[in-house]
Structure formats: structure tokens, C-alpha cells
């Protein structure tokens, strides 16, 4: 350690934070992307899904259960034998598979002693509390990151997305072909796509207002750390007079256009949206595709 660590300015120290979180962001998917590669080799071929047993030889990992966990989603134990994972009986199967993939990222980021790297997020939050609130938070973040690679390798779902095309209509092939969540699978296109994306869940707002749809989350265009850095629709409720609400009720898919923000910075997007779930559980996906993307 030099001894400019200790006497620089709050600027200063943000950037630091910054280099050194992007720099356990890219030591953690380097390992992930390792994982993936290695799979292939053993295995021979790199079609989708990736079961994560095939990940579990590699990682230490001597056993894979479930058990009635109560809200938690998966618990790393690391024993004498090796890892152990266990996961929540009572989630629907990609759930599970999100969870394990999850867990092993805890085994990435504690062999990597990615702790190290993150000597404080949020430098100007002098609450501690707060501080290690954000810490755990980017370390979930990172765990999240390791398990979107093992389960969509980004090479490989980018194929397959090339292929289909880059519209919603492709999300539930994909989700299905990696054997991964709806969300989890519109992330992931705007995450990788070539062509920039943004992925939009909106869910049941009727507890506030009936007949209403929320902004649940809203992610991209490309890899963004954090949702801070991503654009979201400039109108975040909608009612039923709107496009978005009639995809909620239709099936098929709505093409709409909309403006999303980020800042100052405003993209209008030709949007498609599509319905997914049942019942209680409906909601609707939207990509949106800047129709001004180097605005
Ligand atoms: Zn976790």
C-alpha cells in the first residue's frame, strides 16, 4: 500500500471505489467464463441448458440438496468434504437453478478474496450501516453476475439471440432453451445485445391505483452495474388506456413508443411488450430500441 491511499481528496477516493469494484466485476466473470469453457471442453459440446452439477466438480462443491428454507433462496456451508449447497424446495425449478448458480458465485468471490477490493462502496455514506449494506449488495450483485454467465454464457446466448432475433418475441424461447427465468432472460438481452436495449418488467399496480401497471425494474442499454446507470421509462405508471396495460390483457405482442431517461439524457424507443405469467402472477416484458441510439 502507498501512502496515497491515505491523503487524497473524496474524488479521488470515489474513483478508487469505482476501479476497484469494476476490477472484482472483471476478475469474478473471468473466473466465471473459465467455468463455462472448462464445462465445454469436459463435455464436448456447448448446447444449452447448463446444468450447474457440471459446474459443481470444478467448484469443490460435494453436494447439492434442498430443504424447506423459509424466504432464504440457497445457503453456502463449507465443510470438511467440500461446498455444500442448499436450496429452497419450495421454488419452481429455475429458481433453484438461478439460486445453486447464484451460490457458487459466493464460492467465486470468497477463493478470489474479492472482499479486498471493495474497501467501501458509497465512499460519502459515513453511516456504516449503510456502508455494509452496499457492500453486501455489490457482493449479491457480482454473485448475480457470476450465475447470468454460468447459466446464459454470454458467447453462446448471443448466438442463440442472433438467431431468433432481437425482439420479445424471442424472450420465452430463450428462457426456455436455457432453462432460466423470463426477467432473468430479458436482463440478459439487454445486457448483450449488439444493438442497444432496453428491458422493462412492469408489474400489477393496482395497490396503488387500479387498473395500473409499476416500473417494477428497467435495465440497459449494455452492462450496467448498477440500475442507477440504466434508462427507464419516463412515465413509470400506466393506465389502462395505454399500450402496455392492452399487452397485459392481450395476448400477442404491442408495439408502442415511449421515452426513457436517464438524467438528462432522453431516448425515444419504438417498444415491444409482451405478457407473461398467470393470474396473480401476470406481468408484462418490454424491449425498448432507442429509435436515436447515439443520442
Ligand atoms: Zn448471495
Known amino acids: ?32 467464463k473459465e467455468l463455462v469453457k472448462r464445462v465445454i471442453e469436459i463435455r464436448g459440446h456447448k448446447t444449452p441448458p447448463f446444468v450447474l452439477e457440471e459446474y459443481a466438480g470444478l467448484t469443490h462443491i460435494s453436494r447439492i440438496s434442498e430443504a424447506d428454507l423459509g ?46 477490493y471493495i ?10 450501516q449503510g456502508e455494509t449494506k452496499n457492500r453486501l449488495k455489490f457482493r449479491e450483485h457480482l454473485c448475480d453476475v457470476v450465475a447470468t454467465e454460468l447459466l446464459m454464457p454470454e458467447i453462446i446466448f448471443g448466438e442463440y439471440l442472433n438467431n431468433f432475433g432481437l ?17 432473468s432472460t430479458a436482463l440478459r438481452i439487454a445486457e448483450i445485445s449488439q444493438h442497444p436495449c ?8 393496482s395497490k396503488y391505483k387500479p387498473k395500473t401497471l409499476r416500473v417494477d425494474w428497467s435495465i440497459g442499454p449494455g452492462k450496467t452495474t448498477s440500475v442507477l446507470s440504466s434508462f427507464s421509462p419516463i412515465t413509470k405508471q400506466v393506465d389502462a388506456t395505454s399500450s402496455i396495460y392492452k399487452a397485459y390483457l392481450d395476448d400477442g405482442i404491442i408495439i ?6 436517464k438524467g438528462n439524457i432522453i431516448k425515444n424507443c419504438r417498444v415491444e411488450s409482451q405478457r407473461f405469467g398467470y393470474n396473480e402472477n401476470k406481468y408484462v416484458i418490454s424491449l425498448a430500441f432507442p429509435t436515436n441510439p447515439s443520442a
Open 256 to 261: 408502442s413508443h415511449q421515452s426513457f431517461k
Open 119 to 128: 474497501p467501501s462502496i458509497e465512499y460519502r455514506n459515513s453511516n456504516l
Open 1 to 32: 500500500m502507498d501512502n496515497t491511499s491515505t491523503n487524497h481528496d473524496s474524488n479521488n477516493q470515489n474513483l478508487e471505489s469505482i476501479l476497484d469494484s469494476n476490477q472484482a466485476y472483471l476478475l469474478i466473470l473471468e473466473r466465471a
Open 71 to 116: 424466504k432464504t433462496s440457497g445457503l453456502l456451508l463449507k465443510m470438511r468434504s467440500g461446498y455444500l449447497i442448499k436450496v429452497n424446495q419450495n421454488h419452481h425449478a429455475v429458481r433453484k437453478r438461478f439460486s445453486i448458480a447464484h451460490e457458487i458465485g459466493h464460492i467465486l468471490f470468497n477463493e478470489l478474496k474479492l472482499e479486498r
Open 167 to 183: 425482439s420479445v418475441s424471442s424472450v420465452g424461447r430463450l428462457a426456455q432453451i436455457f432453462g432460466v427465468s423470463i426477467p
Open 198 to 205: 432496453i428491458a422493462v418488467l412492469w408489474k400489477d399496480g
